[in-house]
Nanobody
Framework: QVRLVESGGRLVQAGESLRLSCEAP????????RAWFRQAPGKEREFVAV????????LYSESVQGRFTISKDKNKNVVYLQMNNLLPEDTALYFC???????????????WGQGTLVTVSS
């Protein structure tokens, strides 16, 4: 089973920036939308952002709107999440997901990666 591969998570200080990557080996999921979700300890997985398969339409959660940007490099089949002005409450395990939907519900996505950890210190 092909899986998405996230990378880029690490420990940063509040106010700093970080870019996460979501790779799909071998051109997999190229025709799917791709989304980022995150899950903090003791909390449910929450929607962060989604980009459609063409890379032309994006949606964001209110908590990251204006600070995070999702983009897609179609040549490399990689989706990025640029995170600026990070806050301690952004600390979470960030997951990449892919499917034919552009919805905000985690249940709508059948294909997931293992996650990459982002920790923001105050």
């Amino acid at each position: 089973q092909v899986r998405l591969v996230e990378s880029g998570g690490r420990l940063v200080q509040a106010g700093e920036s970080l870019r996460l990557s979501c790779e799909a080996p071998g051109g997999a999921f190229e025709m799917y939308s791709r989304a980022w979700f995150r899950q903090a300890p003791g909390k449910e997985r929450e929607f962060v952002a989604v980009i459609d398969r063409l890379g032309s339409r994006t949606l964001y959660s209110e908590s990251v709107q204006g600070r995070f940007t999702i983009s897609k490099d179609k040549n490399k089949n990689v989706v990025y999440l640029q995170m600026n002005n990070l806050l301690p409450e952004d600390t979470a395990l960030y997951f990449c997901a892919a499917d034919a939907t552009t919805g905000r519900q985690a249940g709508g996505y059948k294909n997931w990666g293992q996650g990459t950890l982002v920790t923001v210190s105050s």
